[in-house]
């Protein structure tokens, strides 16, 4: 049985940083694309950050490049999203993703999701 576990999420403020982190079971980040998604209530889920199964290619939403930065253990067991200088509009819940390891990320490609966890940054 595939789970993704989110962890790390919670309320901090402006400029703080938080790490998250997706420990992985019944699957690998070793064979497949790590992914990181948010959404906010009545908003489409969108996509923020993904790591291929190699680590050696990452991509980002341009609202996180320069403030956040996906990595994975070595292990392939477990995706982390370190968050730095959080704005009030990064306040989303967090969804970890498992995704095919090829060029096109989407959320609708999504093979496994975890089931989020929530940031919340005051201004």
């Known amino acids: 049985q595939v789970q993704l576990v989110e962890s790390g999420g919670g309320s901090v403020q402006a400029g703080g940083s938080l790490r998250l982190s997706c420990e992985a079971s019944g699957v690998t980040f070793s064979l497949r694309r790590a992914g990181w998604f948010r959404q906010v209530p009545g908003k489409v889920r969108e996509f923020v950050a993904a790591v291929s199964a190699s680590g050696d290619t990452t991509s980002y939403a341009d609202s996180v490049k320069g403030r956040f930065t996906i990595s994975t253990d070595n292990a392939g067991n477990t995706a982390y999203l370190v968050m730095n200088s959080l704005r009030p509009e990064d306040t989303a819940v967090y969804y970890c993703?498992?995704?095919?390891?090829?060029?096109?990320?989407?959320?609708?490609?999504?093979?496994?999701w975890g089931k989020g966890t929530l940031v919340t940054v005051s201004s």
């Open positions: 993703a498992a995704m095919p390891n090829d060029e096109t990320i989407d959320a609708s490609r999504v093979h496994y």
